[in-house]
């Protein structure tokens, strides 16, 4: 693992099922962060993390829950899915950029979901 | 409400010069950023501007105006791998990352 692992790649699930989106990270970073990404709209946070233990609502946090046990892994639950979740699911954590001193974000490759 | 507006696509040669537009109207101002997503794949980070000016990393640029709420990336000696999209993203006053929809960038050869 080098970097933020999401699973699954991609999936396609009938409306009303449970789904848990995984995200692990190895890079010991404290924040982590889930986000959609729908065409036409810039990405919107869904839940966040500042530290593990700790969890916090973002913009469009309805529908998902979020845990974080450990500092590696931060997954996404949709308790009963619906079409309008259908995305691309992106988790990122984030650290202090060397050169900039800015807060960066590091991004997993995306899950996509389809909700039918 | 907060806005971050930039063009839907561009199109520009190869080796010629293109500059990607972004105005804000954001409720504080704490940085801007600048990602790059290809298509299919995570954003990565390009750049970052808290003060007003020209920052340069290599072949990309990145300027702020804070008090015109506005920011450019300019990318030189374009490269067909600049085929992508450009996130711009403005930190507010509650440090939370408020994201524009994205400029997809077409490279001609």
């Known amino acids: 693992i080098a970097g933020i692992t999401q699973a699954p790649t991609s999936q396609i699930l009938a409306a009303g099922r449970r789904m848990t989106l995984r995200c692990t990270q190895d890079?010991?970073?404290?924040?982590m962060y889930w986000y959609r990404q729908d065409l036409g709209l810039g990405l919107r946070l869904i839940h966040y993390?500042?530290?593990?233990?700790?969890?916090g609502k973002g913009e469009v946090p309805d529908g998902y829950s979020v845990s974080r046990a450990n500092t590696d892994d931060f997954p996404l639950t949709l308790a009963s899915a619906v079409p309008s979740q259908t995305s691309v699911y992106f988790c990122?954590?984030?650290?202090?950029?060397?050169?900039?001193?800015?807060?960066?974000?590091?991004f997993g490759a995306g899950s996509r979901l389809t909700v039918l | 409400g907060q806005n971050i507006d930039q063009p839907t696509e561009m199109t520009a040669t190869e080796g010629a010069i293109v500059q990607i537009n972004c105005t804000y109207q954001?409720?504080?101002?704490?940085?801007l950023f600048w990602y790059q997503q290809h298509a299919g794949e995570a954003p990565t980070f390009l750049s970052y501007?808290?003060l007003d000016g020209l920052e340069e990393k290599g072949r990309f640029s990145s300027f702020l105006s804070r008090s015109k709420g506005y920011s450019y990336l300019l990318l030189k000696e374009l490269q067909m791998k600049d085929s992508a999209s450009y996130l711009c993203?403005?930190?507010?006053?509650?440090?939370?990352?408020?994201w524009g929809a994205g400029t997809k960038l077409i490279i001609k050869p």
């Open positions: 993203a403005v930190l507010d006053s509650n440090y939370q990352l408020i």
């Open positions: 890079m010991r970073h404290n924040a």
């Open positions: 990122a954590s984030s650290d202090t950029d060397s050169s900039s001193g800015a807060n960066v974000l590091t």
């Open positions: 993390s500042n530290t593990a233990g700790t969890t």
């Open positions: 501007n808290v």
């Open positions: 954001t409720s504080g101002f704490n940085g």
